[in-house]
C-alpha cells in the first residue's frame, strides 16, 4: 500500500511539472490571460477590471470592488461558508446545546434538568 | 532557456511545496499532522494563483492618479488576488471544522494515531 | 488541561492594547476603499483584539468584552446585512447585488456602488469577527469537559 | 419580480432561511424545523418554475450585479441543470418530512443548527447545479461539503472519524479542482463557461489545459466516490445520523456527477474529451471495475446501512459508466441514472431509518418475518426500490441500464454490456438476500407476535402493528412511488428534457 501512495505521489508531481511546462512566463504583460481580448474575443476580465473599476465604483482599491461589486456573489457564498464553519463547531462541540458555563451559573437545578 | 527557467522556476518551487502537503497528509499517522499537511497543500495552492498574477513593472491594484491612467500593464491582474480571498477563507473554514472533529475524535477515544484509532474504533 | 494561571503583566498589557488592535481593525475595515484591506482582513483584526483579551483574562472576565453566546447569532446577523444590501437592490428593480438600483437618492450609480461596497464591506467585518470568535470559543468548551 | 429573479431565487431563499433560523430560534426551537421544510417546499416550487419556464423559452442567464459573463458571474438554467435541481430539492423535501417522524436522539437537543445546515447544504447544492462560472461552482462546493463534514460529524461514536476522513479526502479533492481551475485560467484568461467553451479549442494542445482536465476530473472524482477515490463514503454513511446519511446519499454524489458531466461535455467537447485525450474511456473503465467492487462487496455486508453504502459505490460506476462512454445513449443513460438513483437511495436509507428508529439496529441477520408485520408499509416500499436497483421493467432501474445497455452495444463494447448484465444479477443477490429473510423467514420460535420489540415501538399507531406514526412510513412509500412514475412516465422525461440537451459533436 505504501508502494502505491508513493507512486501516486510522483505521478502527480509529474503531471503538474508536465503543466508547467504549458505555462507563459511569470510575469510577461503580454500574457493571454492579461491581454484586453482573450483568444476567442470576447473582452479579458482582469484587463478590464483594471480599466474600469473606478469608472466603475469610485473606487480606488480594484481588488475591493471585484471582491463586492463584480465578483460579489463569491463573496456571500464566501460568507457562507465561514457560516457553515460557526455553525459546525457550534453543532459538533456543544453538548446537546448548552455550553457547560451555563450549567454551572444554574447551579444544581440546572444540572438535574440535564439529567 | 534562461527566461524559460526565470520565468517559471517558481512554479516548480510551488510544485514542490504541493507535493510535500500532499506527502504530509498521506503518510503522516498523527490526525493533527495530516491537517498541518493539508493547510500546507491549500496555502500552496494560494501562492500558485498569486505567482501568476504578476507582471515586471507594474504595482499593487489600487489606482494611483500619480501613474496617470489606468492601464493593464502598470497594474498586476486583481482578479486572483481577490479569488485567493476566497480560497484563503475555505481554508480557515475547513481547518477549523477538522479541530472541531478533532478535538471530538480526542474526547471519545483519547488518541490521536491513526493506528491505535483504528483498532479502539474496531473494538467499541 | 488548560488552567488558566493569572500573570498581571499579560492582563495589563494585553488590557491596553486591545482597544488600539480594535481601532486600527476599524480602520482597515472602512479604508478598503482606498488602500490594501477590507472585510475579511478587518473582520480577522477585530477578532484577533477580542481573543487577546480571551487569552490574556481567560474566557469568564472575557465575558465582559464579548458575551460567547453572541457569537453565531451575530455571524448570521453579518451575512444578514450583505444578503440585504443584495436583496433590496433585488426588490428595486435590479438583479440581485445590483447596488445600481439601491434605494439612495442623489447618488450617481457609480457612488451608488462605491456606497454598496461599503455596506457589504460592515456585513463581511461583522461575520468574519463573530464566527472566528464563536470558533475559538467552541474548540475552548469542547476541550474543556473532559 | 419574482418570475425574472427566478433563476436565482432557488440558493437564496435556501441561504435567507439558513441564516434566519439562527435569529428565530431565540423566538423557539420548533421553528428551526419548520422553516426548514417550509423553504424547502418554496425551493421546490421554484425549481419546478424554472423547468416550465425553461421548458417554455429555452435556457435562462441571470447576469449577477448586471455585469455581463465575463465580467460577472451568472447563473444559466437549461434542461439538464433545472432538471437536476428539481429532483435535489424534490428528495430533500420528502427527506425533511420524514425527519419530522423521526425525531432522532441525535439531533434532539441540537435542531437549531442542524436544520440550518440542512439549509447551507441544499444552499450549496442548488447552487453549484445552477452556476455558470467555474470558480462560484467551487465556493458552493465548499459549502455544500462543509454541511456533509458537520451533518455526519455528529453520529455514533465513530462518526467523527469517519467525517474527519471524509473532510480530508474532500478537501484534496476540491484543492484539485481548484488547482486545474488555475491551471485552465492561466492559460485561457476567463473563468465563464459558455466564454471557456470558446477559448478552449483554440489551446488544446496546451500540456496545462490536458493536466487542468485531469485534476478537475479526479477532484470531483473524489466526491462523486467513483471507484478508486471512494474510501470515505462506506464509514461516512454508515456511522452518520440517520437523517443525514437519507439526505446526503441521493445528493451527495450525484451532484459531484452532474457537475462531471457539465465540465467534460459542456466546457470542453465530447470529441476532444473522448478522443485526442482517453479521458472518458479512463473514466469508464474506473467505472466498470467499480460496479463489480461495489456489488460484491456489498454481498458481503452484514449491516444493512454499510451495504446500501457499498451498493452506492456500484451505483456511481453505472453514471460513471454512461458519462465514459461519451455517446448520446450512454448520456441519456447517465442522467436517467442519476436521477432514479437519487429516489432509489432516498428510499432504502429511509427504510434503513425506519428499520433503527423502530427496532434499534438494522442488521441484515436478525431479519425475519415477524419486520414484515411491524412495518409492512417500509418493507414494501423497500420491495420496490430493491426491484428498481436490479432493473425490472416497471420500474425506473430498469430504463437507464437499457440505456446504458444500448450504449454499450453502440460502442460495440461488449465487456460494458457484460458488466451491466452481471452487475444486475449481483444486486439481485444482495437484496433478495433480505426480501427473502423478511418475507419467509418465519421468526424464531419462542417469540409470539409483536411481543420481542423494545417497548417504545410498541405505540401501534400505524397500520400494521408496532408501525411508528405515518410520518416515518408516508415519505418511504412517496419516494418509492415516484420510482414507478418516473418508469411509466420515462419516454416524456428522455424525449422532453434529454434529449434537447444532448451535448454536440457527441
Known amino acids: 500500500m505504501k508502494a502505491v501512495n508513493h507512486l501516486l505521489l510522483i505521478f502527480f508531481g509529474a503531471l503538474l511539472i508536465y503543466a508547467s511546462l504549458g505555462l507563459p512566463n511569470r510575469g510577461d504583460s503580454e500574457a493571454v490571460m492579461h491581454r484586453e481580448k482573450s483568444p476567442a474575443g470576447s473582452p479579458g476580465a482582469s484587463s478590464y477590471y483594471i480599466r474600469n473599476a473606478y469608472k466603475d465604483a469610485q473606487t480606488p482599491n480594484m481588488v475591493t470592488v471585484i471582491l463586492a461589486d463584480y465578483r460579489g456573489y463569491d463573496t456571500l457564498g464566501e460568507e457562507t461558508v465561514i457560516l457553515t464553519a460557526g455553525l459546525i463547531c457550534y453543532l459538533i462541540l456543544r453538548r446537546n446545546g448548552t455550553s457547560s458555563r451555563r450549567r454551572e451559573e444554574t447551579g444544581e437545578e440546572g444540572a438535574d434538568a440535564q439529567i | 532557456m534562461i527566461d524559460f527557467i526565470l520565468g517559471h522556476y517558481v512554479y516548480w518551487a510551488i510544485i514542490a511545496l504541493l507535493i510535500i502537503g500532499l506527502y504530509g497528509m498521506i503518510f503522516k499517522n498523527n490526525l493533527a499532522k495530516k491537517l498541518i499537511g493539508m493547510t500546507i497543500f491549500q496555502v500552496a495552492i494560494i501562492m500558485f494563483y498569486v505567482a501568476s498574477a504578476s507582471k515586471w513593472a507594474a504595482t499593487v491594484p489600487v489606482l494611483d492618479t500619480a501613474l ?57 | 488541561m488548560l488552567k488558566y494561571k493569572y500573570n498581571p503583566i499579560i492582563l495589563m498589557v494585553s488590557r491596553v492594547v486591545s482597544p488600539f488592535i480594535m481601532l486600527f481593525a476599524l480602520y482597515v475595515i472602512f479604508h478598503g476603499h482606498y488602500s490594501p484591506g477590507g472585510g ?49 437592490a433585488l426588490l428595486f428593480g435590479g438583479q440581485f447585488l445590483n447596488y445600481g438600483f439601491l434605494p439612495v437618492a442623489g447618488l450617481t450609480a457609480a457612488e451608488l456602488r462605491s456606497l454598496g461596497i461599503l455596506m457589504v464591506e460592515i456585513g463581511v467585518g461583522l461575520a468574519v469577527m463573530a464566527i472566528l470568535v464563536a470558533i475559538y470559543d467552541d474548540l475552548l468548551e469542547g476541550y474543556q469537559d473532559d | 419580480m419574482i418570475i425574472n429573479n427566478s433563476p436565482a431565487l432557488a440558493p437564496l431563499l435556501l441561504l435567507a432561511a439558513a441564516i434566519s433560523i439562527p435569529v428565530l430560534a431565540l423566538l423557539s426551537k420548533r421553528l428551526a424545523y419548520l422553516t426548514a421544510i417550509a423553504t424547502s417546499l418554496v425551493a421546490t416550487a421554484v425549481s419546478v418554475l424554472n423547468l416550465w419556464r425553461v421548458w417554455e423559452s429555452g435556457p435562462l442567464r441571470y447576469h449577477f450585479g448586471g455585469w455581463t459573463p465575463p465580467i460577472g458571474i451568472e447563473y444559466v438554467v437549461d434542461p439538464l441543470s433545472a432538471f437536476v435541481a428539481l429532483v435535489v430539492n424534490a428528495v430533500a423535501l420528502v427527506v425533511l418530512w420524514h425527519a419530522m417522524g423521526l425525531a432522532d436522539e441525535e439531533i434532539a437537543g441540537r435542531a437549531v443548527p442542524y436544520y440550518s445546515l440542512v439549509l447551507l447544504l441544499l444552499c450549496g447544492a442548488n447552487g453549484m447545479i445552477l452556476t455558470g462560472d467555474l470558480f462560484n461552482l467551487y465556493v458552493f462546493l465548499e459549502i455544500f ?18 467525517s474527519f476522513r471524509y473532510l480530508i479526502m474532500g478537501t484534496v479533492g476540491a484543492s484539485f479542482y481548484l488547482l486545474g481551475l488555475g491551471f485552465i485560467y492561466i492559460v485561457t484568461g476567463s473563468l465563464n463557461m459558455a466564454d471557456l467553451r470558446n477559448i478552449l479549442p483554440l489551446v488544446y494542445g496546451n500540456p496545462a489545459i490536458t493536466a487542468g482536465l485531469t485534476l478537475i476530473v479526479v477532484g470531483m472524482g473524489i466526491k462523486m466516490a467513483i471507484f478508486p477515490l471512494h474510501g470515505w463514503l462506506p464509514d461516512a454513511y454508515t456511522y452518520a445520523p440517520s437523517t443525514t446519511s437519507a439526505l446526503i446519499a441521493p445528493l451527495g454524489t450525484k451532484v459531484a456527477a452532474y457537475v462531471i458531466i457539465r465540465v467534460l461535455f459542456y466546457v470542453f467537447d465530447a470529441g476532444y474529451v473522448s478522443g485526442a485525450l482517453p ?12 460496479i463489480i467492487y461495489g456489488s460484491v462487496l456489498a454481498i458481503a455486508q452484514n449491516e444493512m446501512k454499510r451495504m446500501l453504502a457499498y451498493s452506492s459505490v456500484a451505483q456511481i460506476g453505472y453514471i460513471g459508466l454512461g458519462i465514459g462512454m461519451a455517446n448520446p445513449f450512454g448520456f441519456i443513460g447517465a442522467v436517467l441514472h442519476i436521477v432514479n438513483h437519487a429516489f432509489m437511495k432516498g428510499t432504502l436509507f429511509l427504510v434503513a431509518a425506519n ?90 420460535a419462542g417469540e409470539k407476535e409483536g411481543e420481542g420489540f423494545p417497548l417504545k415501538s410498541k405505540t401501534g399507531a400505524g397500520l400494521g402493528l408496532g408501525e411508528e406514526k405515518w410520518g416515518l412510513m408516508i415519505p418511504a412509500c412517496v419516494l418509492s412511488f415516484c420510482l414507478l412514475l418516473l418508469g411509466i412516465g420515462n419516454a416524456g422525461i428522455v424525449k422532453g428534457v434529454i434529449q434537447r440537451i444532448i451535448p454536440i459533436g457527441m
Not at chain 2, 485567493?84 to 475555505?90: D, E, G, K, N, S
Not at chain 4, 461539503?145 to 469517519?162: D, F, H, R
Not at chain 4, 452481471?422 to 433480505?434: D, E, K, M, P, Q
Request: hydrophobic share 55%.
Open chain 4, 279 to 290: 479521458m472518458t474511456d479512463f473514466i469508464a473503465w474506473l467505472a466498470a471495475i467499480g
Open chain 4, 355 to 444: 428499520l433503527r428508529k423502530n427496532s434499534g439496529h438494522s442488521d441484515i441477520a436478525r431479519l425475519d418475518a415477524a419486520y414484515r408485520k411491524k412495518l409492512p408499509w417500509s418493507m414494501a416500499a423497500f420491495t420496490l426500490a430493491a426491484l428498481s436497483m436490479i432493473g425490472l421493467p416497471p420500474t425506473a432501474g430498469f430504463f437507464s441500464k437499457w440505456y446504458l445497455a444500448l450504449a454499450a452495444v453502440d460502442k460495440g463494447n461488449w465487456v460494458f454490456l457484460a458488466v451491466i448484465l452481471v452487475s444486475s444479477l449481483l444486486n439481485a443477490v444482495y437484496f433478495f438476500r433480505i426480501l427473502e429473510r423478511v418475507y419467509l423467514l418465519p421468526p424464531p
Open chain 4, 145 to 162: 461539503s462543509l454541511a456533509c463534514y458537520g451533518l455526519i460529524g455528529i453520529g455514533e461514536k465513530q462518526a467523527a472519524v469517519a
Open chain 2, 68 to 124: 496617470g491612467a489606468a492601464e493593464a500593464a502598470k497594474y498586476i491582474s486583481p482578479l486572483q488576488h481577490c479569488l485567493m480571498l476566497t480560497a484563503i477563507v475555505v481554508g480557515v473554514a475547513t481547518s477549523g471544522v477538522a479541530f472541531a472533529l478533532v478535538i471530538s475524535i480526542f474526547r471519545t477515544y483519547k488518541t490521536l494515531t491513526e493506528s491505535v484509532l483504528l483498532e479502539r474504533m474496531k473494538s467499541s
Open chain 3, 40 to 88: 475579511f482582513q478587518g473582520g480577522t483584526l477585530l477578532a484577533a483584539s477580542l481573543l487577546l483579551i480571551r487569552l490574556a483574562a481567560g474566557s469568564e472576565i472575557a465575558q465582559l468584552q464579548f458575551r460567547s453566546v453572541l457569537g453565531t447569532p451575530l455571524g448570521s446577523l453579518g451575512v444578514l446585512i450583505y444578503f440585504g444590501a443584495g436583496f433590496t
